[in-house]
């Protein structure tokens, strides 16, 4: 058992903030696209 400790402080955790960051990231990401291609719609209503 007390070798998988270290494993899972240096490997294990920060694939895991990693991939949660990711995560975060591309729904903003998402958000900031869909807002992008409405922006010609919104220029041209005016």
Do not use: A, N
């Not at 400790?5 to 990231?25: A, D, G, H, K, M």
Request: hydrophobic share 50%; net charge positive; glycine share 2%.
């Amino acid at each position: 058992m007390e070798p998988f400790i270290p494993l899972i402080s240096e490997v294990v955790f920060p694939i895991t903030v990693t991939l949660f960051l990711l995560y975060r990231i591309k729904s903003k990401l998402d958000s900031v696209v869909q807002l992008i291609q409405s922006l010609p719609e919104r220029l041209s209503g005016k």
